[in-house]
């Protein structure tokens, strides 16, 4: 089979999806978990429990199993030539088309990098899937120019960059002008950016007539940052809920954030004194790195309300932190979600800023730019919300790295 009849493959099998019930998904999953069991049997950290139930299985910390990668993979390779293979992709090696290839990508703090490993076939499944997920139908039939603003270029994507596709990595390293040359130059209808970068090109005026469509991914985006990116670009960015762990997520025409429920077996553990819960999740299509009762960190709240766009996959509302962000103290927990709610009531979208969580106060950083009132009114505004002093700088600067951490508990 060829990669462009595998990659037509997944993009039915995942707009059928689109159309099932609760029930018809369920079943779909408890026949991908049956087919995922060779691999299994041949993951050295799996094989012991290889044929049994998923909720026989143990739940596992990622940052445990970034400690060997050897142990996690069906195909036999050490932590050694896995990560090997990983940093050559990060110097440009690329992998060839029909080969294995691995990569890094970073983790929210910035310092913490996760490895994954696919075949072909499992590259073609995450394009068909995002394809079919992303775009109406219609699409396809024309012919499109993809840009991915992103850390690291990898085969993953430029595997469907045949045909009537066109692929251009633009590092997130590059300038800011730089960056905005390329895109013009390229004039992309398709555009895959981090939300903070999506708002240093809107704020820098940068024109794409041809864009049609916007995706934003990486780290959380709130509702301000989405109106004011609208604003400026003239489309509202879409979310994509993408992790080292797999494609967990995306936006619905209707705006809903559906997770992938046709591929994923993902469990949601409650947080202690809060709404909300972390994923465990399962990816019921990767064999080669097999992802079994992952512990994420990301803080996720369910969204009841019925979706018009008819997929049955469940709706959680925009991922705005991380679960070890979570503010405690005294007077219980303060959520990502209410910081950023609390902060951005009053700023808006326009100025960047940071809020530092610890049990006795926080420290309310914004850019020296920010009108001093509002400054005063968002840190007055943070303190009613946290329940506790907060100590407001004027001194954060740009953002750097591949991503941004808006919401930060530092009190261990």
Known sequence: MTQASRILAAWWRTRTALRQSPERLAEGRLRAWTALQPALARTPALVAFAGQPLDNFPITDIADLRHDYGAWNSLGLSDRELRAMADAAEAGEQAAPGALSAGWSTGSGGTTRGLFVASPAERAEYIGQSLAR????????RRQRIALHLRAGNVLYSDAGRGRIAFRHIPLASQLAETSAALEAFAPTILIAPPHRLLALAEAGVRLPALRHLFCGSEPISAAERSLVAARLGLGPRAIYQATEGFLGAECRAGRLHLNDHVLAIELEPVAGTPGFRPIITDLKRASQPVVRLRGDDYLELDPRPCPCGFAGRVIRPVEGRVADIWRGSAGCVTPPQIVAAVEGVLGAGHRWQAVGELARAVLRVA???????????????????ARPVELRRDLPEWSGSKRRKVVWADG
Request: proline content about 15%.
């Open 134 to 141: 992303l775009l109406p139908a219609r699409a396809l039939l």
């Open 368 to 386: 020296p730019d920010c009108p001093p009132a509002q400054a005063e009114a968002a840190a007055q505004a943070l303190a009613a919300a946290a």
